[in-house]
């Protein structure tokens, strides 16, 4: 799924400390291209490996190998979710692009729920909560190996929505997993909606529990007939990830970092504007640094545990 490979030339390029990449694609021709592109760009072999196979079949047959996995297929990500779980290492690092968002925005529901394991109410929310539903096809996904995500940021962006989380071996917070996974109660007339967690984590109530131990007798309350609002139809969507999105410490580290990337564009006045986009391009990514900043800063403002919104509008 690398394409052109472009990408992996960039993480060559551009990251520190760097020992090998393995650029994949099951098409023969893109293989035959990623190879060129990393002699292009002068990248040895020993860095960079262009490998000609089947990403899944690649991930399953080599435990733990990664400290990185980048999946940016077309369309949905789920069908590779098995493979780079078992594919990175303890505390490795997963990204994931998914841009089907038709499917995660709940215009197709059936799909939706064969591909995330889980559905999507048509709402304002959708974006929202199809970041949650991919975190949820992972985090379960995780689970199956008495492994935890922790997600570092979740972003949507244009078409496509891109997660980053960290994995984990420990099956202590795989416990915890239903505590963080909700149902999802959605009015048909207005905007009111209710999230139900499957489980509760143990209190101070029940200290005599085990750490982790789950109280799923009461993990949430009896669901209304109708809209306690409007007294309209409901309808069930999920179940969905309600833990963060972000981690804070990340995405204040990352805001620094494009901090000192603005701080370099400075250092060239009198450049045309042309210019300057095209340099902070280069230092700051596919995306101007600007922007870069100006979307962790938006991700650094949001309400930490509050799961989907309101809109002004609607209420």
């Not at 420990?170 to 209710?194: F, I, M, R, Y």
Request: proline share 6%; aromatic share 6%.
């Amino acid at each position: 799924m690398a394409a052109s490979g472009l990408r992996s030339v960039r993480y060559t390029k551009e990251v520190k400390n760097l020992k090998h990449v393995v650029v994949n694609d099951l098409d023969e021709k893109a293989a035959d291209n990623i190879k060129a592109n990393l002699k292009h760009n002068c990248i040895p072999e020993t860095i960079a490996e262009a490998s000609h196979s089947d990403c899944i079949r690649h991930m399953q047959h080599n435990d733990l190998a990664y400290d990185v996995i980048d999946l940016d297929p077309y369309g949905s990500a789920s069908p590779f979710l098995d493979g780079a779980l078992n594919s990175v290492r303890n505390g490795g690092l997963l990204c994931v692009t998914c841009t089907d968002s038709a499917v995660l925005c709940g215009n197709h529901t059936d799909v939706c729920y064969y591909r995330y394991g889980g559905t999507a109410p048509k709402a304002k929310y959708c974006h929202e909560l199809a970041l949650r539903l991919m975190l949820h096809a992972i985090s379960s996904a995780a689970g199956r190996r008495k492994r935890a995500i922790v997600p570092l940021l979740s972003l949507s962006i244009d078409f496509y929505y891109r997660v980053f989380v960290r994995v984990i071996d420990s099956p202590k917070d795989c416990g915890n997993l239903a505590a963080d996974t909700s149902l999802l109660l959605q009015c048909v007339n207005c905007e009111w909606h209710e999230l139900s967690p499957l489980a509760q984590p143990k209190s101070e109530k029940n200290a005599n529990l085990k750490p982790g131990t789950l109280l799923g007798q009461h993990g949430g309350t009896t669901p209304p007939a109708t809209c306690p609002v409007c007294k309209g139809r409901l309808v069930m969507g999920g179940p969905c990830w309600t833990g963060p999105l972000h981690d804070a410490s990340f995405v204040s580290a990352m805001l620094t970092e494009s901090s000192d990337a603005q701080h370099k564009t400075e250092k060239y006045p009198g450049i045309t504007a042309w210019k300057k986009v095209e340099l902070q391009n280069n230092l700051g990514g596919s995306l101007p640094v600007y922007q870069v900043h100006g979307l962790l800063t938006a991700v650094s403002m949001e309400l930490p545990g509050s799961p989907l919104f309101y809109t002004l509008d609607g209420l």
